[in-house]
């Protein structure tokens, strides 16, 4: 059956699509958006800016704030979006085929919008637990916003018990999820006529040989594990993904920078892994490159980096919810919040979310209708459970 209020839920995501939230521009205009049709319903309201006021997070709670709560969590922004590889204007929906397109329609406008639609009714219940709807800022350039809603959250007298991140997965289960360390390296040398280069520190070649490092972690994992086969890939992963250097055919490379990832399945685990991994480089190769010239080395940058989400079976706040969940559908390597709010807030989380990542980040994202009616529909059962307490 529709759901009754999915064409509520499509006007909301036509006009959250419409914002163009891309990371690298401000989310000002979409939280206020938000928070005022929230606020108007009789949300209590908390908007946390960041240091450039430029960005903000958006916490709605509707019901009681004394008793353990439950999150909805999504975030506001969106991968950037070249029209011209588009059928229709990404910034604009379009309805055919039983799906709608636009940015951010997967990834995760549609689930802000199925929230938008169950608001009412989550205003209208006589709701014993509260419900957060968090929306965060950055999410798409390393989950830079979550921190902030997550320590919120803690700090709060009860904080909540779940957060259910509402990820694209299909409006199934998910109960982890991989964490991910992203680094630059810049090795520097030292500059020459290549005709001379046993008198030169070779960045290129350095970097290679790093590279070579960081592949032999990468298959190490695939080899040794630690293994969760409820992971489509079911180990730790780490690869080289950028390089840039050298300025011509007939010069030593006096600079390289790459970048490197650790998407990992044991958040303890991948600070040790990482800082064994650039302790090992240094220990092999500046001795080598400082014998030619001191004035040459490597400096490590951490781009971002976020952490990986356990499993939440078992904790109160799943138990709670357990007999409305959607069918289980496994671990995921794709970043989430969920992480954030576990490590960083305290509070166990999963992933359930209309629409498959499959369509996430690309030209003609969409969502399937029936994803979101689907998402309607879970969305009332956790408002009815959170309404009998
Ligand atoms: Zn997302």
Redesign the pocket.
Known sequence: MTHPTLKDAKAHLGRLIAFDTTSALSNRAIVDHMADYFAELGADITILPDDTGEKANLIARFGPAGTPGVVLSG?TDVVPARAVNWATPPFQMDERDGRLYGRGSC??KGFAACVMAAAPEMARADLKRPLYLCFSHD??VGCLGAPAIAQHLAALDVPPMLAIIG??SEMKLVTGQKGKIAMRAHVRGTAGHSSFAPQHVNALEYAARIIGMIQDRGRAYAENGPFDHDFTVPHATMLATMIDGGVATNVTPDRCTFTFELRSIDETRARVDMDALLSEVENRMLPEMHAISPDTGIEWEEIFAYPAMGDATGTPGFEALRDILPEWGGKVSYG?EGGVFEVIGGIPSIIAGPGSIQQ?HKADEFVEISQMDDCLHFLDKVVSSSATG
């Open positions: 975030h990834d995760m999410e798409e990820e694209p989430s996430a």
